[in-house]
């Protein structure tokens, strides 16, 4: 499967954003998907994961209560919608997929998009 994730930008703290990541191929379903993130001189985070038929989510502590992951089946998307943004959650954000199903764990994830670049001005 490939991955393409967008809808990152330029916000002010407490504004909020909408990141899509668009799947190819007929099996997204199958897949679970989580979005991780990275800043400058940090390693990559978990920010949060869905199940393959949405049932299941998991969100980074960081982010719980402010950030919600979806699916699309029918679109073959996953979004993460994110209120109330904060500038330390400035990073890149990249979609993962797996068979597997979801986990925090990067490492857990076979295919990756290219991430989007959020920044969050204070």
């Known amino acids: 499967v490939q991955l393409q994730a967008s809808g990152g930008g330029l916000v002010q703290a407490g504004g909020l954003l909408r990141l899509s990541c668009a799947a190819s191929?007929?099996?997204?379903?199958?897949?679970?998907m989580g979005w991780f993130r990275q800043a400058p001189g940090k390693e990559r985070e978990f920010v949060a994961a869905i199940s393959w038929r949405g049932g299941r989510t998991n969100y980074a502590d960081s982010v719980k209560g402010r950030f919600t992951i979806s699916r699309d089946n029918a679109k073959n998307t996953v979004y993460l919608q994110m209120n109330s943004l904060k500038p330390e959650d400035t990073a890149v954000y990249y979609c993962a997929a797996d068979k597997r199903g979801y986990s925090d764990y990067p490492s857990r994830y076979n295919y990756w998009g290219q991430g989007t670049l959020v920044t969050v001005s204070s």
């Open positions: 191929g007929r099996t997204f379903s199958s897949y679970a």
